[in-house]
């Protein structure tokens, strides 16, 4: 009954900012490996990437790299770092969405210290890439000198760490940044609109901060490895959120699975596309990805 009520307009539109979504998301992650891939490659394996979590979770940071590797020029592990540098920022973001709704929503005040300890984190993280890659010279002859000693350092792990500090080059870039989080920023905005549109169709009044609440309860809840697709964990999260402000669990466990099941559609379709468009293998990425 719940899901039946949500009119067709507010799955339509559903549909079209989850594609716009990729869309920023894309833009973000380009700007942060300094723009040396076109915006349709970045949308396309952002897509792809969002496939391959509908079937092994958090594969898909994973494969993006991979995918990154096979179809462009660039190393792996320099869309690796560009992809550790994104995560940080979103879960930086939620955190901080998180902690500035908490006083609206006391019921879940238990929550205050895990996101604060989350966001301090990763912003310490975020510090330590940042002088790495500002320290770039001092960090290259530190694994060099350890290299002379070790044969593995030398031939595996010393070429690939280049690799990362030439990704985490951006951290220098100013105005690389700003643009990048700048489009995240956009991206995240997207899906808290979307939530807030599909939430007013079952409660017409529901204040704005509920959806950036709800959203960031969501974000830290699938941030960790779940089922595929985030199945059950997706729908669990959505309902607690929900529940703190007294939506009924059937109406909010409706908008759930509608949002739910329109993402792994849109992730599922446009992902499936962008592996025709650039001819690559969903078989031997998985083959990759296990390796």
């Not at 006083?103 to 604060?116: D, E, G, K, R, T």
Request: net charge positive; glycine share 6%; aromatic share 12%.
């Amino acid at each position: 009954q719940a899901i039946m009520g949500i009119e067709i307009e507010y799955i339509l539109l559903a549909c079209f900012l989850y594609v716009v979504s990729h869309i920023t998301r894309a833009a973000g992650w380009r700007s942060l490996l300094s723009n040396r891939i076109t915006l349709q490659e970045a949308f396309f394996i952002v897509s792809e990437g969002y496939f391959l979590n509908n079937i092994i979770p958090r594969s898909g940071e994973i494969g993006r790299a991979l995918l990154l590797g096979a179809t462009t020029n660039l190393n792996v592990m320099q869309g690796l770092s560009a992809i550790v540098i994104e995560r940080a920022f979103d879960l930086a973001i939620a955190a901080v969405m998180f902690l500035s709704t908490i006083p609206f929503a006391l019921a879940m005040n238990w929550l205050q210290p895990i996101a604060l300890t989350l966001l301090i984190v990763v912003l310490g993280g975020l510090l330590a890439m940042f002088f790495i890659a500002y320290k770039k010279d001092v960090a290259e002859i530190w694994l060099q000198n350890i290299s002379d000693r070790n044969q593995f350092v030398r031939k595996v792990v010393f070429p690939q760490f280049k690799a990362l500090l030439e990704g985490l080059q951006v951290l220098t870039n100013p105005i690389q940044i700003l643009v990048g989080i700048f489009w995240i920023i956009i991206s995240w905005s997207i899906w808290t609109v979307l939530f807030h549109w599909m939430v007013t169709s079952i409660v017409k009044d529901a204040p704005f901060w509920w959806a950036i609440f709800s959203q960031s309860i969501l974000a830290m809840g699938i941030a960790l490895p779940s089922a595929p697709a985030g199945l059950g964990v997706y729908e669990g999260m959505t309902v607690a959120a929900l529940s703190v402000f007294n939506v009924p669990r059937s109406s909010a466990l409706g908008v759930a699975l509608v949002l739910h099941v329109i993402q792994i559609l849109i992730t599922s379709t446009v992902g499936l596309i962008g592996f025709i468009v650039q001819g690559q293998s969903i078989g031997e990425i998985f083959k990759k990805i296990k390796a």
